[in-house]
């Protein structure tokens, strides 16, 4: 019996020891990712090399099947999970399993100004994605809004790089903190949609670093974002996705961005600068985006045959191959490789609370002239809900970001929800887009509408006489040329005769609310007739519910705008110096888009020609009031390793709780170069009870001081006096403090 138990305690501990041996370096998660890539590497054939760098499905790339690497999923991205399409169409896979939470669009979550709703928002979609499978999420976007037609502004965080910046930060975290690697777009210079492939976009080196740069460096430098995705467009006559400069240069060597840089779905062009430029993996090639389906083409894209080919007769060798599959190995021992990632969830209460409060703090007050706003709920008896907005589901649309929702809440909805001893009664106002579908996901809404456009009117009016409110939801649907990814705005006016509905609304009925949907200002002509104002942006799952928490009065709005809203197209430095969209060669290949306007984007360049927009960045109101006070710094000298503190007291002075969100502009007092008059260097929200008053501050380095020198290539900052200028809004900046830089 005892020899027996020896034996086999003999066999078991040969049996663990051998297993111990046995187990590869590269699938041991205890040692250093560096050292697993390197051992993986090794054992890669030239075919499983080239394997993992390309696309072999619409969204899919390949893994080592014999190492016992899963094949890696992407997906659009960013603000919910792409429905699944079919391997290699792009008509929709039909699954019954992909219907997920849509949160609200980035620019609503930048107008948070909140940086711990990002942190909720990436935890959630990445829940989301992991549940789904998925291992990257093609997002966020954080190019920066430089006129108000593009149409993919809504996907991403507004026109100022600090902002961006800091509200990049803590959504990839969230996204990666569940082993999804987020994928921040689209890098760089993609500010507008009409000509996207073909713009080659002409701006000095300080603009390219102040304001398009930034926020990708932040997602680099403090999110350590695992994926990053070349644009379409071009800069210095170089395709984005594979750019020597932006790639290799400023990404690569001066960021030490160590993960993956993906093309857009056919943003490569040419093998050798795919090979060369930095590109590590190439989708979409030959597909033209969205529309044609491509069998068998994957061997044939530029990082497959065509490279392989290149390396087999002594064209290239492995040394950029390799650095590529570092780097798409470095990725899978981040996701798919990863072990310890959790397994997420969907369509969770979670999700839709995340969703919900992302849209509470980030839909705009614009304008509420003799508290219009809130409605008063108590006395309110008919109120007339007006608009095709009210109704239509706006999830489905847009391009890339659109989703195939669980639920969507209309506003409509959610107001009788909100309002249940009131009667909501609708009238449709002027018919917009009655389709309602996307890459073959359908909202399955009856949207038809026989009347025409007076007699639309006409009806409205009767009844917004009898309303006690009238609120209109208009604005733009995310169909083509209405914020829609592929192509611009045609113009800066509401679409659909909807000014003409608004006026005769307006005149009918005083308590009228105008709820703006969109991603983008829009020209308000009737804006002196109207009262009342708010910026409902698209906010996904939990639309209805939220605005309706608003207009109501259970949410006290405190969002601010990310961009300015200006008054004409001429507001905007791109438009009044006539750069957009640009100049076609004599090739009619290339549209050469000077960014002439340089730094002053947005408010920057609206102080510079003083310009008083309709509303200014980072305006928003509430319905409580509150008091700034006591600006104070921690010290008047700040030397260039050191920080300086401002302290600023707030105070609810109103009889409702809400938050408000206290901004520091930095002005330099004494530069000797070209500086915007003033830039958002430090933001924070604060939630206070009615009466309640709290020290907030904000500390900044020397970054905040510092602008970028041409000359040596650099940052820059120059001694001497600066100012602080702190209120909550960038027209709104009562206080001010001197410092000196030493
Ligand atoms: C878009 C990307 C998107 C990709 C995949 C492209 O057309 O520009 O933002 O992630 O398609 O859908």
Redesign the pocket.
Known sequence: MRKILIAVVAVLASVSSWGQKSVPVYLDNTKPIEERVEDALARMTLDEKLGVIHAQSK?SSRGVPRLGMPDFW?D??PHGV?PDVLWDEWEQAGQTNDSCVAFPALTCLAATFDPSLAMRYGISLGEEARYRGKDMI??P?VNIYRTPLNGRNF?YMGEDPFLASTMVVPYIQGLQSNGVAA?V??YALNNDEEY?NQVNVVISDRALHEIYLPAFKAAVQKGHVWGL?GA?NLYKNQHNCHNEILLNQILKRDWKFDGVVIS???GAHDTEQSVMNGLDME??TWTD??HFGASNAYQNYYLANPYKEGILNGKYTTKELDDKVRRVLRTFFRTTMNPDRKTGSMCSEEHYETARDVANSGIVLLKNDKSVLPVNVSKARRILVVGENAVKMMTVGG???SLKVQREVSPLDGLKAALPGVQVDYERGYVGDVTGAYNGVTTGQDLSESRNASQLIADAVAKAKNADYVIFFGGLNKSDYQDC??HDRKNYELPYNQDAVIEALAKANKNFIYVNISGNAVAMPWINKIPAIVQGWFIGSEAGNALADVLTGKANPSGKLPFSWGRTLNDYGAHALNTYPGKWRADKKIIDEEYKEGIYVGYRWMDSKKIKPTFAFGHGLSYTTFALSNLRASTKDVTRDGKITFTVNVKNTGKRAGAEVVQLYIHDDEASVDRPYKELKGFQKVFLQPGESKDVQITIDNEAMSFYDEASNGWKSENGSFTALVGNSSDNLPLNIKFNLK
């Open positions: 969204f992407t659009d991205g792409r093609l997002g976007g996907e994928c777009k689209h996207r995705m379409y857009d779905w056919g989708f979409g985006g969205l391009g890339s970001s990814e592929g």
